[in-house]
């Protein structure tokens, strides 16, 4: 009976990670669409890419936070490239051509309170070259 069970079980894994990605997915679009309207920019292919994922230890449990790519354009000749960056299916910030837009999850405001300010916002996105 075990032997029946895990191929099973191991199929609804699947299944469930696979439509958690694609929830992320959706959320990340409707962002980077968003939040391109809002800066007056034209959001390229109308579609985001995932640049990167891994497990993280919150509060609420283990949730995964993704970094999704997108290209956007300023002027309609120069194409652009975005990220949002997402933890489960709460947004984590945008970056868009210098700015950061950040919105933090309910259940870590507390800890940004006692936390001392910094003037610089860390994205793991940038890399000196």
Same mark, same amino acid.
């Given at each position: ?7 099973l ?23 980077s ?15 985001? +890419?995932?640049? #990167?994922? /891994? ?7 283990l949730?995964? *936070? !993704? ?25 984590e ?5 210098g ?12 800890? +940004?309170?006692? #936390?001392? /300010? ?9 890399? *000196? !070259?």
């Open positions: 009976m075990l032997t029946t069970l895990a191929p079980l191991l199929l609804g894994l699947l299944a469930m990670i696979w439509y958690t990605g694609a929830r992320a997915r959706e959320t990340a679009v409707a962002i669409r968003a939040a391109c309207q809002k800066e007056g920019y034209q959001l390229l292919d109308d579609t985001v +890419a995932l640049q #990167r994922f /891994a497990p993280r230890w919150t509060s609420s449990g949730r995964m *936070r !993704r970094m999704y790519r997108f290209e956007y354009s300023v002027e309609g000749t120069l194409r652009e490239t975005g990220y949002v960056l997402l933890l489960g299916n709460t947004l910030s945008v970056h868009i051509q700015r950061h837009t950040i919105e933090q999850p309910p259940e870590e405001e507390e800890e +940004a309170e006692s #936390r001392p /300010a910094a003037k610089v916002i860390p994205f793991p996105g940038n890399r *000196r !070259r």
